[in-house]
């Protein structure tokens, strides 16, 4: 079945829909400590430490006898791969014995119980097996490492600890060993020493030479993994599954708090300011949001992008969004099992806009859950054997169910702070409803122009953006007269003047309410064209499937159809189409990269009333597609300003 495996990692899937990566993927071993390779796919952590352990016996073997074949299944890939799976060996070894709670003999001796229990038959607990001989799918292999789990490794450690105790008899009796002063100190048998001692002497104690088990979690966790504890004690055993994580659900409340605050000081904001943590922190010396270090210099650090602590749907928000939820799962998950445990279920939610430090399960570590341990434990030593620890499991159960888990309510989803930028918002919808309620028109080339002119700056450009979109947002919900100037609506209506920018307001006040639409499509672009000169790329969020490259060709008869006219308003509305359509996750499904821009951008013109210029119809290259879409924009705006330039 190890090679069976192995033959699944290599094989390629062969059902739809199956993506997975097949191959060796874990990397370096020293990965393995970091917090993001500690999932063990829902398994506890000695069966799971045991089971890559025997895989990697098996690479290794591989290595030796093929090693061309097993360098083809480890991803990304190394020279030398005996070394590597070396590594990874030493790796789970270590792993093995926290998860034990045993020491290096006694774990090598766990290893060879266990490679010899795989010579004994063994009953499967489900028939028909859901996996193939070669474990093709993502299904099959996790379904072989269940069955390993269950029917094989399981069954081993509830008899571990006895098999220990006859190996280390058997190890004691042994005469080449037996007569060895520090095994007999190994075993609990100092008295040899210590008569060597000074009576005197602080060290002559013989508890001094005893070795006990060290308590921990993983360790207490394998004990009731070996007592039954998923059927007898089934609050203990999901608790400890998830104790690593469960300890910082603690932090939730203050986690809704920092993502209020931040969704409150960036909502509605076209641009962020800040681009790093760091950057954002050095604003807030003034103590307007005050940050806990823990939360910027651990996992993230300074130089992380700031949108990643920004809770969002989508991007790098999704960070903040997901930790939220997925601690809301676990301190739910936590709380269904008491209910079902205790057969009471309270029908207590509270929302996350609602929570308080009272609502979660909330416990530290080495204050709270280490000592609840520990005073449930006893020790028992015997001469010439080996200390014994005895854990009250079903007491230590029912201390963490009331002292953490009882009472606590369940969490609901709906409600987590999200962030909704500007940008964000469906701008297509809203022009069509302002065009509904408020006759549009065209901006005059001539006040074009001037607004360019005014607004050079960066900021400038996002500061007027942003009180237009501001504008077109109650426009289209009231509606307002055509002919009313901007600037009059900004300060009799909106009254909002008082925080604008002096030139912003000159800038604006050339126009009136009938030209809101077509200041949006101005500004939205000549903000794209100012980051482009920034070297800032202004469509992140437009797909892949779009940013394909143009073809010298292509660029000859781009320059070339820009030297001959005037294409200023075609320019707008490809960016339109842009930031309106295309920037759609689902955009794909309607507008095919492989369609022809120009026959494209037409239509969407015609679609709106709009003249097509008679150069663009006669002399805008066909050949051109929609998956070159962005970076005919961008040639486009570059060949413009160089022609306005000379």
């Known amino acids: 079945m190890l090679v069976a495996v192995l033959g699944g990692w290599v094989h390629r899937a062969l059902i739809e829909g199956d993506r997975t990566k097949s191959g060796h993927i874990l990397g370096d ?42 360098m ?102 042994d005469e080449r060993v037996s007569s060895n002063p520090v095994m007999k100190l190994t075993f609990g048998e ?34 009731v993994e070996q007592n039954n504890g998923r059927d007898t004690l089934p609050v203990l055993w999901r608790f400890l599954q998830r104790e690593a994580e469960l300890r910082l659900v603690r932090f939730l409340p203050d986690i809704m708090v920092l993502q209020r605050d931040l969704v409150k000081k960036f909502q509605n904001v076209t641009d962020l300011t800040y681009s790093t943590i760091g950057e954002f922190l050095h604003s807030q010396k003034a103590g307007e949001i005050k940050l806990p270090a823990e939360y910027t210099q651990e996992d993230l650090g300074l130089d992380a992008d700031l949108q990643v602590l920004l809770p969002q749907r989508r991007g790098l928000g999704l960070c903040s969004t997901a930790l939220v939820s997925y601690l809301i799962t676990l301190h739910n998950d936590l709380v269904y099992t008491v209910e079902k445990h205790t057969g009471e279920e309270s029908g207590y939610t509270v929302s996350p806009a609602d929570l308080t430090e009272l609502h979660v399960i909330r416990y530290e570590y080495e204050r709270d859950l280490l000592p609840l341990v ?30 953490f888990l009882q009472g606590k309510p369940h969490i609901t989803i709906n409600g987590i702070p999200t962030l909704v930028n500007r940008q964000d918002r469906n701008y297509e919808i809203i022009l069509k409803d302002v065009k509904a309620k408020v006759q549009q028109e065209p ?10 002119k005014e607004l050079q700056s960066y900021s400038d450009v996002c500061e007027a953006l942003s009180t237009v979109q501001l504008a077109l947002g109650f426009l289209a919900m009231t509606g307002g007269e055509p002919h009313m ?7 009799e209506v909106l009254q909002m003047t008082d925080h604008m920018g002096p030139h912003i307001y000159k800038a604006l006040s050339r126009c009136s309410l009938k030209h809101c639409g077509a200041l949006w499509q101005l500004l939205s672009s000549l903000k794209s064209e100012t980051m482009l000169r920034l070297k800032r790329d202004p469509f992140v969020g437009i797909g892949e499937e779009y940013k394909r490259p ?29 930031l309106l359509v295309l920037k759609n996750p689902k955009a794909t499904d309607t507008f095919r990269p492989d369609w022809g821009l120009k026959d494209t951008i037409v239509s969407y013109m015609e679609r709106k009333d709009l003249d097509i210029p008679p150069d663009v119809d006669e002399f805008f290259p066909e050949e051109i597609l929609l998956s070159q879409y962005t970076n005919t924009w961008k040639f486009s705006v570059h060949v413009r300003q160089e022609r306005n330039q000379t």
């Open 550 to 578: 143009l073809k010298e060709e292509q660029k000859r008869l781009l320059t070339s159809f820009f030297t001959k006219s005037s294409a200023d308003a075609f320019l707008l509305e490809m960016h339109e189409f842009l």
């Open 190 to 223: 100092p008295g040899l020493f210590l008569r060597s001692l000074p009576r005197n002497s602080l060290i002559h104690n013989s508890s001094i030479w005893s070795c006990r088990k060290k308590v921990s979690m993983l360790s207490l966790t394998h004990i």
């Open 485 to 491: 100037q901007l600037s009059t609506y900004l300060k």
């Open 443 to 452: 901006l005059q080339p001539l006040t074009q122009h001037d607004l360019v």
């Open 29 to 70: 071993a020293h990965r393995r400590d970091h917090p993001d390779m500690q999932d063990t796919k829902n398994m506890s952590p000695a069966p799971f430490a045991l089971l890559r352990l025997l895989t990697h016996m098996s690479l290794l073997l591989g290595a030796q006898n093929n090693p061309q074949s097993v």
């Open 374 to 403: 520990l005073s449930n434990c006893q020790y028992s030593m015997e001469r010439g054997q080996e200390t014994l620890l005895e854990y009250e499991l079903p007491k230590i159960q029912q201390q963490i169910l009331t002292r």
């Open 72 to 173: 083809q299944i480890i991803k990304p890939a190394v020279l030398h791969p005996g070394p590597f799976l070396m590594a990874h060996l030493l790796k789970d070894m270590e792993q093995l014995s926290k998860a034990l709670g045993k020491g290096v003999d006694d774990t090598v001796n766990t290893i060879h119980l266990t490679i010899h229990s795989l010579l004994e038959p063994h009953q499967t607990s489900q028939w028909p097996v859901l996996y193939d001989q070669n474990l093709s799918t993502k299904d099959a292999r996790n379904a072989w490492e269940n069955a390993m789990n269950t029917d094989v490794i399981t069954h081993q450690l509830k008899v571990l600890e006895h098999q220990l105790k006859e190996v280390n008899a058997f190890i004691r009796e």
